[in-house]
């Protein structure tokens, strides 16, 4: 009486997406199948890891999270070079924290000049992730997307309240976006209807669900995750049907026992390798969850999750 | 699958003598199917109605218990594929792994880890649930020895590793009584195993080549009367084990594939040798159908990741995680440090409190009764407005342990401001940042006067 594998019929794939430039493109997308159920379906462009590189010298960063980069934090080109050369990034991502008008609240036109070197820097694609400030964001991100014509960027967060003017500029200067919704479905589907109906195409679209780290609240994220797979690729919904990329090593490395040193914490272990599994863990379940790019930090955590991707795609 | 009604009522004895306490059988039947009566209240049934009753009644896979007393494990039991359909039931035990082989050193070590790696975490104490004690050597006597001494040293679970019945039958002499996992029956040894696990009435787990392999033993072991089995289908790679764990949860509940119905055991310390590779893979099995995994080691930067994992993934889908409403004293706050009000929503206190403690300013964090909303959520609720912040801020006391009058409110709550300060008469109502994550830099430019 051997036993039959149950399989689930899907009926929906995920769109594929082309990123970064012409001359060296990337895809994202196209499954067939919840992530790495392999013997069902396909994944034919395994999740991608994008490595962060920060506008502005990080102040408050864990010192396992600095020490990788200390030589290259206050040059952001030299940052992004460094991942690709040393690390291997297959994508990176410019974090334009320093823009928050919260923090050092720096300007537009400083925001479009470390865009570009550090587009200039690399040949990898490149996403440009503002500060989550809706004005700002609306302001410095359109002025990137002028600028950078031609450079096929992703730019985030597109919110409900900057989906307007950041989707018409990537329309107009040909960049991809990030849609971005506060960790529930109905609202994600919403904003590429939205998006859709403004005239942004499907192959410009990845889905940001809003991720959060280990500890903090992540099941939510992921069962979002898992949800917006289960309606793209069971119930045919079209809308949902789009590559998903999860920010996460910012809001893995800013909890408090990501930061904790020994002394302070003798029961949280080695504070490197309790980083770096914090981050590695939190990016393996968003990889089980559907995450088709993964915003990373630590080259320890980047290489065990790149490895464990391998390992699921293998024979 | 359950049964109808109608299907229950052809197995009972059709009398109609209402000692079930309703007229009919077949009113008692409709109850059964509703699960509104026991069957225990029908003193007539027959024994292989019964059996054939419970047998309908099992859940798709099966809750094992391994261990006694406070620190009993759970496992198995689980109804669905996916967490957002149903809360995933009983959290998957996490092993530590000590041999015959091992220095004495090594062994105390894990035992030491085991007892000392605790943590506490919205109200939950997350710690580790198991010893997985080996036998390399093939030596009973060393085997019973070992067992012995982390029996003595330690009340959680125990699972007995080797495929020799002799010197298992060493190792149930030294903890019979403590219920341990019997790892593992194969092809080889399954009838001196299944006796064993009768004798000590213990569970028992199955060791196959592939899922073709473990269905066979399971079908024969249920079949000579042992239940409460675990399923180890074998793989060793990542991808090969995730998929067993996928084909077993679907087969047991899609399938109602019953050789499968049973919880899983995956062995992460046997799939690589890399310490921080292992503890990746046993969040895969937490996040996908492992009932129990077996780690080399622990250590407290491996260990409280996947604490924190299991703990998410287990979590209740539908329940936000509340934290109790009261005040939080961060930082060692004084009669002049600000005053920050938030919802209980757990992830909103976490972040909230954990930007707090960033910033470095002392602060008293007050946490109002939200029924776990967020913020926003609450506010719009009516649930995080004026007059209920205003009395949770009086009842809770705040107001005579510091010497100024303000207190600062999430910028998301902005629109409460004028509410709360009719509430609460001569104080100053703050409208602080709507990001928590510009709390440090808030508090920095706090000032009392
Ligand atoms: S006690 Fe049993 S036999 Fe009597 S009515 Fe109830 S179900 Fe029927």
Aim: net charge negative.
């Amino acid at each position: 009486m051997a036993f039959e594998i149950p399989k689930i019929l899907y009926n929906g794939a995920i769109k594929e997406n082309p990123l970064g430039k012409e001359s060296n493109r990337i895809t994202v997308g196209g499954e067939t199948c919840y992530p790495f159920h392999l013997f069902e379906g396909n994944m034919p462009h395994p999740p991608k890891i994008a490595m962060e590189v920060y506008d502005a010298t990080p102040e408050d960063w864990a010192q396992a999270a600095l020490d990788p980069f200390t030589d290259v934090v206050h040059d952001p080109a030299a940052w992004a070079q460094k991942c690709v050369a040393s690390y291997g990034a297959e994508m990176i991502a410019l974090q334009l924290a320093s823009t928050d008008p919260n923090a050092q609240n720096t300007t537009a036109e400083q925001a479009v000049e470390t865009t570009k070197k550090v587009a200039a820097a690399i040949e990898v694609p490149l996403i440009v992730w503002g500060c989550c400030n809706v004005e700002k964001d609306t302001e410095v991100l359109k002025r990137i997307a002028e600028e950078c014509t031609g450079e096929n960027l992703i730019l985030g967060p597109v919110e409900e309240d900057t989906h307007k003017a950041l989707g018409a500029a990537a329309i107009a200067y040909q960049h991809t976006i990030a849609a971005s919704t506060p960790i529930d479905i109905n609202l994600a589907k919403q904003l590429n209807i939205l998006l859709g109906n403004l005239g942004v195409p499907d192959e410009r679209i990845l889905v940001d669900p809003t991720v959060t780290g280990l500890g903090y609240g992540l099941e939510y994220c992921y069962s979002v995750m898992e949800r917006d797979r289960m309606a793209a690729l069971t119930q045919e919904d079209e809308r949902l049907q789009f590559p998903i990329v999860c920010n996460l090593a910012k809001d893995v490395w800013k909890v408090k026992e990501a930061k904790l040193s020994d002394e302070d914490a003798p029961l949280l272990g080695d504070p490197t390798k309790r980083g770096v599994l914090l981050e590695a863990m939190t990016a393996l379940l968003f990889l089980l969850a559907g995450g088709d790019i993964l915003i990373m930090r630590h080259p320890d955590a980047i290489q065990l999750v790149r490895g464990f991707i391998n390992d699921l795609m293998g024979s | 699958m359950a049964l109808t009604g109608i299907q229950i009522y052809k197995l009972l004895p059709k009398t109609n003598c209402g000692e079930c306490g309703v007229p009919t059988c077949l009113a008692f039947a409709m109850s059964l199917a509703a699960a509104k009566a026991e069957l225990a209240a029908c003193p007539y049934v027959s024994e292989e109605a019964k059996a054939e009753l419970a047998d309908a009644s099992a859940p798709p896979i099966r809750v094992v218990e391994i261990g006694t007393g406070e620190r009993k494990l759970k496992i198995g039991g689980e109804t669905v594929l996916f967490r957002h359909e149903k809360t995933f039931i009983n959290p998957t035990g996490i092993a530590v792994l000590v041999t015959d082989e091992m220095s004495d050193e090594d062994v105390a070590g894990r035992l030491e880890r085991f007892k000392t790696l605790e943590y506490e975490r919205v109200g939950l104490t997350l710690r580790a649930d198991l010893f997985a004690v080996k036998s390399l050597s093939g030596d009973a006597g060393k085997f019973e020895a070992l067992v012995t001494k982390v029996k003595s040293q330690t009340d959680g679970g125990i699972i007995l590793m080797t495929e020799d019945p002799g010197v298992m039958e060493a190792g149930l002499k030294a903890c019979a009584d403590r219920k341990p996992l019997i790892f593992a029956a194969t092809k080889e040894n399954a009838e001196p195993m299944a006796a064993l696990a009768k004798e000590h009435g213990c569970p028992l787990a199955v060791k196959g080549d592939g899922l073709d392999e473990v269905s066979e033993l399971t079908t024969k072991l249920t079949e000579g009367g042992l239940n409460d089995l675990v399923i180890d289908s074998g793989a060793r790679t990542i991808r090969k084990a995730f998929e067993d764990q996928v084909f077993i949860r679907r087969g047991a509940l899609l399938k109602k594939y019953k050789p499968l119905g049973f919880p899983t055991i995956a062995l992460p310390c046997e799939m690589t040798d890399d310490f921080m590779q292992e503890t990746l893979i046993a969040s895969m099995f937490v996040a996908k159908y492992g009932g129990i995994v077996v780690l080399s080691d622990i250590q407290g930067h491996s260990l409280f990741p996947l604490l924190l994992a299991r703990m998410n993934v287990y979590t209740d889908p539908q329940r936000p995680m509340a934290t109790s409403p009261g005040i939080y004293e961060i930082g060692g706050p004084n009669e002049d440090s600000p005053v920050l009000v938030t919802s209980n929503f757990s992830l909103t206190y976490f972040i909230v409190s954990g930007e707090i403690e960033a910033s470095r300013v002392p602060a008293w964090l007050i946490i109002v009764d939200t029924e776990g909303l967020s913020v926003l959520t609450a506010w719009a609720a009516g649930k995080f407005v004026g007059d209920v912040v205003g009395i949770s801020l009086k009842k809770s006391g705040i107001l005579d342990k510091v010497r100024h009058k303000k207190v600062v409110i999430p910028g998301y709550a902005a629109a409460i401001s004028g509410d709360l300060e009719e509430e609460l008469g001569d104080w100053e109502v703050l409208v602080g940042p709507r990001e928590s994550a510009h709390i440090p830099a808030y508090l920095k430019e706090w000032k009392v006067g």
